[in-house]
């Protein structure tokens, strides 16, 4: 037993050593997820979209709309492009995209909010961008609602017009409600997912070619474990890299489960490990790998179910996503990070991720080590 310790321990140290020798192992396993921290949420740093230019058509020119007008300037969310009062010119600067939206202020507004009537304000919104149209639908409802309450309480005793009770969203994780609180934390675990499977295939294939010593391979039992271990180690590292110092660093959500994190994180690395030294089995040579990852990555995240529900896809897709260690590993994580799920509720995903890996794992050691 103690000959065994020792030797897995110089394996162990010894994989690290080819790994620093590789340079594109190195950069692939180490460098890329240090690269990819900071590179994904830059791009994503404008999570909603400010200054949206819109036109607004004044027709009745009175203390009320003047007073929504002002109220409208002040949103973060809508520059005001122009005022006018002819609904023709606000349409076209719609249409030659020098607009996103009009907000139409009819002539008889306060009359009809005087006598309780329907319709009034109107909002005319381009859909050549959603997330756009959102921040402009927001930023005026925001803007106006208020007023018009301050408006029609002057006339509480000779109307019976009440405004409607408005509808409060409170996000519950994404607090922000921005694009890159919603969509890296799950990139981020396709990151660590691509950048395991490339650098290890990469890693076993070139022992495979004898390119670290010099003659055909077939790892030793505490050879086997020793790569095993040395790459959880670097998987395990940049997970807790990423859904800790990263999610801080841009103000993620995050910490929601923190030993339900712990449990899993080396779970979902373990089988992507089990997964590609499988299929490193198979490798003539490692710029095969490369292959791979060329075509799976976005598949893989539009399969996960974050930019697209699972519900919304064929039952078939549905299956077949279910069964990628990607999907299940994204969701817990999600689930524990993000959301602050208990340990119960992904107890699933981690039984069918260890028992993924454990049949990736004997069937990786057979091949590595019979054929």
């Known amino acids: 037993m103690k000959k065994f310790l020792s030797q897995?321990?110089?394996?162990?140290?010894?994989?690290?050593?080819?790994?620093?020798?590789?340079?594109?192992?190195?950069?692939?396993?180490?460098?890329?997820?240090?690269?990819?921290s900071f590179f994904y949420p830059t791009a994503y740093k404008g999570q909603n979209a400010e200054s949206i230019p819109i036109v607004i058509v004044d027709q009745e020119q009175s203390?009320?709309?003047?007073?929504?007008?002002?109220?409208?300037?002040?949103?973060?969310?809508?520059?005001?492009?122009?005022?006018?009062?002819?609904?023709?010119?606000?349409?076209?600067?719609?249409?030659?995209?020098?607009?996103?939206?009009?907000?139409?202020?009819?002539?008889?507004?306060?009359?009809?909010?005087?006598q309780g009537e329907t319709g009034g304000i109107g909002i005319y919104l381009s859909t050549a961008y959603f997330l756009k149209t959102k921040q402009i639908g927001l930023g005026i409802a925001q803007s106006i609602e208020q007023t018009l309450t301050d408006y029609t309480e002057k006339f509480g005793e000779i109307s019976e017009f009440h405004l409607t009770v408005p509808i409060h969203q409170i996000p519950l994780f994404n607090t922000l409600s921005g694009y890159g609180s919603y969509i890296f934390p799950a990139v981020a675990s396709i990151i660590i997912h691509q950048t395991i499977f490339l650098g290890l295939c990469m890693l076993i294939a070139g022992y495979r070619d004898g390119a670290y010593t010099g003659q055909k391979w077939r790892p030793t039992v505490s050879e086997f474990w020793a790569i095993y271990a040395a790459i959880l180690t670097i998987g395990c590292l940049g997970c807790f890299y990423l859904f800790g110092f990263?999610?801080?660093?841009?103000?993620?959500?995050?910490?929601?489960?923190?030993?339900?994190?712990?449990?899993?994180?080396?779970?979902?690395?373990?089988?992507?490990?089990?997964?590609?030294?499988?299929?490193?089995?198979?490798?003539?040579?490692?710029?095969?790998?490369?292959?791979?990852?060329?075509?799976?990555?976005?598949?893989?995240?539009?399969?996960?179910?974050?930019?697209?529900?699972?519900?919304?896809m064929p039952e078939w897709l549905q299956y077949f996503a279910w069964i990628l260690p990607s999907t299940n590993g994204v969701q817990a994580l999600i689930q524990l990070n993000q959301m602050g799920a208990p340990l119960i509720d992904v107890f699933p995903k981690l039984i069918y991720l260890s028992c993924l890996a454990l049949i990736f794992f004997i069937l990786a050691y057979y091949r590595l080590t019979r054929k």
Not at 9 to 34: E, G, M, P, R, W
Not at 69 to 82: D, F, L, M, R
Not at 280 to 304: K, N, Y
Request: charged share 10%; hydrophobic share 50%.
């Open 8 to 36: 897995f321990l110089h394996d162990y140290l010894q994989t690290f050593k080819n790994i620093a020798k590789n340079q594109s192992i190195l950069t692939t396993l180490v460098l890329s997820v240090l690269l990819y």
């Open 246 to 312: 990263t999610f801080w660093l841009y103000d993620y959500p995050r910490g929601g489960n923190f030993w339900g994190m712990i449990v899993t994180v080396p779970i979902f690395v373990s089988c992507v490990i089990a997964m590609a030294m499988l299929f490193a089995s198979f490798l003539d040579m490692s710029e095969r790998a490369g292959h791979v990852i060329v075509f799976t990555s976005i598949p893989l995240f539009l399969l996960s179910g974050t930019a697209w529900p699972h519900h919304a």
């Open 63 to 114: 203390a009320l709309t003047n007073t929504i007008i002002t109220e409208v300037a002040k949103s973060p969310n809508v520059e005001i492009k122009t005022i006018t009062s002819n609904f023709l010119e606000a349409e076209s600067l719609l249409q030659q995209q020098k607009a996103d939206g009009i907000l139409l202020l009819p002539d008889n507004l306060s009359q009809s909010i005087r």
